[in-house]
């Protein structure tokens, strides 16, 4: 949990926002470092209103894109104060109206904020591995293709379980470039794994003979 819980309701949904909005290409521990630093700051709709965009920018410095993303805080919270009275959107429509947050944000604050499940948060970990697992019936070119397609058979109750499960394991052991299968418990149920094959060892490149040196004419 980044956010804290000895705040009101809203604030802390507003917390929870504010924590997806800066996990895009961010790694968790840099996410938390400067979630804790926006906290310590003051982490409410009107304190980010009142903190200027450079200052938010070096709160939340090193995240992914953070400058763009500064920007983005900016202009949300004061569409938030304008429009929900400093909480956050309900819908998923409605959070995807919001700059920088897109359906797979949207889906995980639904879970996460209001406890709605709305739909499954497709990130480029749930994407990938479903694919790999073949867990959808066709390809599936983008993640919104992957959440429409993992919705039509995986049980509701899974949907905000699948997300956490396959996150952390698609950043330890199912990687993008060289995957782990040789790791996975799952290699002989898997039609990727199956196909696997160790890379052959490479043999130490022979040392190269010092040049002899020239002799010098006196």
Not at 175 to 190: A, D, I, Y
């Amino acid at each position: 949990k980044v956010n804290d819980q000895d705040v009101p309701p809203a604030v802390q949904r507003f917390q929870c926002l504010i924590s997806l909005m800066l996990s895009s290409q961010t790694k968790d521990e840099i996410n938390f470092a400067a979630m804790t630093r926006l906290r310590e700051h003051g982490l409410t709709v009107q304190s980010l209103i009142d903190t200027s965009e450079e200052k938010i920018g070096q709160l939340i410095y090193p995240v992914g894109f953070w400058k763009t993303k500064a920007k983005y805080i900016k202009e949300v919270c004061q569409v938030l104060k304008d429009k929900y009275d400093c909480d956050i959107p309900r819908t998923v429509a409605e959070l995807c109206k919001l700059k920088g947050v897109g359906p797979k944000m949207a889906h995980i604050c639904m879970s996460s904020a209001w406890n709605e499940p709305s739909g499954i948060g497709v990130d480029t970990h749930v994407h990938r591995i479903s694919g790999r697992l073949g867990w959808t019936q066709k390809e599936c070119k983008t993640p919104e293709h992957t959440r429409v397609a993992l919705e039509s058979w995986l049980p509701r109750d899974l949907w905000v379980e699948v997300n956490w499960m396959l996150v952390g394991f698609g950043q330890e052991i199912c990687r993008p470039v060289g995957p782990k299968c040789n790791e996975c418990l799952n290699r002989f149920m898997c039609p990727t794994g199956q196909n696997w094959t160790p890379s052959p060892k490479k043999n130490p490149s022979p040392k190269k003979k010092p040049s002899p040196k020239k002799k010098v004419k006196e």
